[in-house]
């Protein structure tokens, strides 16, 4: 029961999270750096 | 069989996810807006063929910048994919657990790390993805991805080599900090031929995420204790010993499922529900 209960009270917050980044614009943001080389990735920056 | 399903299964994620093929013919990256997603594994987003986004990266892209410290969009998806599969992710899809099973095979003298070691990754997700992106910044006030930077093989793997090899620009500006992260590779790979998913098991911070889910995650392995002879064989079937040593859906458990398909009698089972059951060990 309590592992139930923190599943569902994981999942809520899971989705609230993601709703509440993607609406303050952080989808953009993440956008923004993948679309761009990463410099430290490749070994450059 | 199941190994064999698991593997078609790692080649398959390993090929959609990086399935840009022109950015490893011009060593250029895909700049599409499939690149707001982020994958569910150690994938880097400057790999040419990836058309989604590193969570690991886009946490500390995020805490780098400017705006703000925490991605909670990533750290949201991360909590979902955890809450589905635990680390089944890092069995099943991750293409740098494919690598680390693959170099697994080259015959060679073979051995297994404490379980304790595992320790360290959590220490590099604290560390090296949440905190020091946020509290080291320049003069500007930007962080750097640290754990990008410094140790992650994945993003010398599967982004510096190909582009490297496919853009003459980006070799001839290749400096100290590569050839830093080409022998860190190098050393993380011959780990690997030795022990068996040793960047997994010791430095993998999305690993450290996903583990923390294992307990709680809707799939799950399970016994019934009725029908376990306790022969052994889900014991010898795993590379740590878990069901042994640690009990069913341990915080490493990778969910390969060989312990499953060993099990003579079908005791041990995955199934997935959101109901709760009492939780069984081999030797409860």
């Given at each position: 029961m309590v592992k139930t209960i923190l599943r569902l009270a994981l999942l809520g917050a899971s989705l609230l999270s993601v709703v509440f980044g993607a609406s303050r614009g952080e989808v953009q943001e993440v956008l923004q750096t993948a679309i761009n080389l990463c410099l430290e990735c490749i070994g450059i920056g | 069989m199941a190994d064999l399903k698991r593997k078609v299964v790692q080649f398959a994620s390993a090929i959609i996810f990086n399935s840009y093929v022109k950015g490893f013919a011009k060593g250029t990256i895909y700049r599409g807006n499939l690149k707001q997603i982020c994958l569910p594994?150690?994938?880097?987003?400057?790999?040419?063929?990836?058309i989604g986004s590193c969570p690991i990266g886009s946490l500390q892209a995020v805490a780098a910048g400017?705006?703000?410290?925490?991605s909670f969009y990533v750290a949201g998806f991360l909590a979902l994919v955890g809450l589905v599969g635990g680390r089944m992710v890092c069995g099943w899809l991750c293409p740098f657990g494919l690598v680390q099973d693959l170099l697994y095979r080259v015959p060679s003298f073979k051995r297994s790390l404490p379980l304790w070691t595992r320790c360290f990754k959590y220490a590099v997700l604290v560390f090296?993805?949440?905190?020091l992106p946020v509290l080291a910044f320049d003069q500007f006030g930007l962080g750097a991805p640290t754990f990008c930077k410094w140790l992650c093989p994945a993003g010398t793997l599967e982004a510096a080599l190909p582009l490297a090899m496919a853009n003459e620009g980006i070799r001839g500006a290749l400096g100290g900090l590569f050839y830093w992260r080409f022998s860190w590779l190098l050393l993380i790979l011959l780990f690997c031929i030795i022990f068996k998913r040793a960047f997994c098991l010791i430095l993998c911070p999305l690993g450290a995420v996903y583990s923390l889910f294992n307990r709680i995650s809707l799939f799950s392995i399970r016994l019934d204790q009725k029908l376990c002879?306790?022969?052994?064989r889900c014991v010898a079937a795993c590379h740590l010993r878990l069901p042994e040593v640690?009990?069913?859906?341990?915080?490493?458990?990778?969910?390969?499922?060989k312990c499953v398909k060993q099990c003579p009698t079908g005791a041990m089972n995955w199934q997935i529900e959101v109901s709760d059951k009492k939780e069984e060990n081999i030797y409860a």
């Open positions: - | 594994v150690l994938n880097c987003y400057s790999c040419p063929g990836a400017i705006t703000y410290q925490f090296l993805v949440l905190l002879t306790r022969c052994g640690a009990g069913l859906n341990h915080p490493e458990c990778i969910r390969c499922l």
